[in-house]
Antibody, heavy 125, light 107 residues
């Protein structure tokens, strides 16, 4: 069965860095786009970043552009999110999610069909 | 970027009621629209994609419709286990923006 397991969350001071990982199993990881989505405490879902199936295309939310970097290692079935210059407003549960397509907009048969359990990132001094 | 809005922001209905949630895109997105359910303390779950295609395993009381800029999610007979926040999402291009959510509870 499909599993997505995030790790790397924790408490970090403002301005510092953190790297999240998402280990995937149960599907052909290299065939699908992958996303990071976050949810601040008591708030709605905020899409953060996407990487296409082969890593050739990446897009970011304006709120993280220039600070966060998404990457993937298809040989290790792992997705990453490098988060630099962290701010208090980055505090959230971070989910990795599998796209039904190889990249956003490629097909109407899209959407995020599997989600990890999430990892909490708290940015506080 | 295309903005997504939802209405109402919350609703309270009785068990067995028909519930309708509306989602609107600021520009046309054809049928590149998904609906998610997030129960309290749980991970979001894909309910519907391509505006009206039910994800495998989702009860048939859920249905979606619409195209272009206006979309609806309908629960034909509300059940206690449907208490959740529902989000729409457009995915015709990046960014795949979510709507602000509609919280549904039982009256």
């Amino acid at each position: 069965q499909v599993q997505l397991v995030e790790s790397g969350g924790g408490v970090v001071q403002p301005g510092r860095s953190l790297r999240l990982s998402c280990a995937a199993s149960g599907f052909t990881f290299s065939s699908y786009g992958m996303h990071w989505v976050r949810q601040a405490p008591g708030k709605g879902l905020e899409w953060v970043a996407v990487i296409s199936y082969d890593g050739s295309n990446k897009y970011y939310a304006d709120s993280v552009k220039g600070r966060f970097t998404i990457s993937r290692d298809n040989s290790k079935n792992t997705l990453y999110l490098q988060m630099n210059s962290l701010r208090a407003e980055d505090t959230a549960v971070y989910y990795c999610a599998k796209d039904q397509a190889w990249e956003v907009g490629a097909t109407t048969d899209g959407g995020f069909d599997y989600w990890g359990q999430g990892t909490l990132v708290t940015v506080s001094s | 970027d295309i903005q997504m809005t939802q209405s109402p922001s919350s609703l309270s209905a009785s068990v067995g009621d028909r519930v309708t949630i509306t989602c609107r895109a600021s520009q046309g997105i054809s049928n590149y629209l998904a609906w998610y359910q997030q129960k309290p303390g749980k991970v979001p779950k894909l309910l519907i994609y391509a505006a009206s295609t039910l994800q495998s395993g989702v009860p048939s009381r859920f249905s979606g419709s619409g195209s272009g800029t206006d979309f609806t999610l309908t629960i034909s007979s509300l059940q206690p286990e449907d208490v959740a926040t529902y989000y729409c999402q457009k995915y015709n291009s990046a960014p795949p923006t979510f709507g602000p959510g509609t919280k549904v509870d039982i009256k």
